[in-house]
């Protein structure tokens, strides 16, 4: 009986990816609703570890790990100045969610990244909409920027009503979980247009294959409750 039928995807996800000729399961974990009360080390030791076998690597959500970074914020502890009003109604909606989209999610990227840079990057996302280029604004923004989560239909409660930034120092979190759960650890931003690595605990195998792996998100944060997932060669 082939492995992968001893696993399940989630509802809508496929189990298996083929990235350049060779299958990968792509297996989500089931967590508890993850708080900044949790700590990530203990979270990876109670859940994966004993359905990990070598060769396998861990990938995690990011907005599960910024939350035990205490990085969500409730909506109402939020107060946008008229600059993130005015930004947030020229942010283009996209499947992947509601992104810079809203004053509260502007005003945190404008926290995050500084005023300055957030105006140069809507500066050239005009340009760029000039010359019939999308993405321009997030390329300039960066990683903080794009990985700003706004509150979601789908999300799980009470996340619906919060704003979580991208994890401080990701690269640092993903060595740290490595060291205590043994295999390799990737800390990754995934939505409908794709994936993103934040951190990586290893120099191999590349980002590029990761995201290739993954950029389908077979994870799930509402009542799948699995922001973790395990790939694996199939």
Request: charged fraction near 20%; include cysteine; glycine fraction near 8%.
């Amino acid at each position: 009986m082939p492995e992968h039928d001893n696993y399940s995807a989630n509802p809508g996800k496929n189990l298996v990816r083929t990235v350049d000729g060779v299958d990968y399961l792509r297996i989500p974990v089931k967590t508890h609703l993850i708080t900044k009360d949790d700590n990530m080390v203990d979270v990876v030791n109670k859940y994966p570890k004993d359905q990990m076998q070598p060769g396998d690597i861990l990938f995690i959500s990011e907005k599960a790990v910024a939350c035990t970074q205490s990085r969500a914020i409730p909506m109402e502890d939020i107060r946008p100045r008229k600059l993130a009003v005015t930004l947030s109604r020229y942010v283009t909606k996209t499947p992947a969610g509601i992104g810079l989209g809203i004053p509260e999610t502007m005003e945190m990227a404008l926290q995050e990244c500084g005023t300055l840079r957030i105006l140069f990057a809507a500066f050239c996302s005009v340009i760029g909409k000039i010359l019939h280029q999308k993405g321009w604004f997030y390329i300039v923004a960066g990683p903080k920027a794009r990985g700003i989560d706004g509150p979601t239909e789908g999300t799980i409660p009470p996340y619906d009503h919060y704003v979580v930034l991208t994890p401080a120092a990701p690269l640092g979190p993903s060595q740290k979980l490595a060291q205590a759960l043994g295999p390799p650890v990737a800390i990754v931003d995934i939505n409908a247009l794709g994936a993103n690595i934040l951190g990586f605990s290893e120099k191999t195998p590349s980002m590029d294959f990761l995201a290739k792996a993954l950029g389908d998100n077979p994870l799930g944060q509402g009542e799948e409750c699995t922001p973790m997932g395990i790939l694996r060669k199939a």
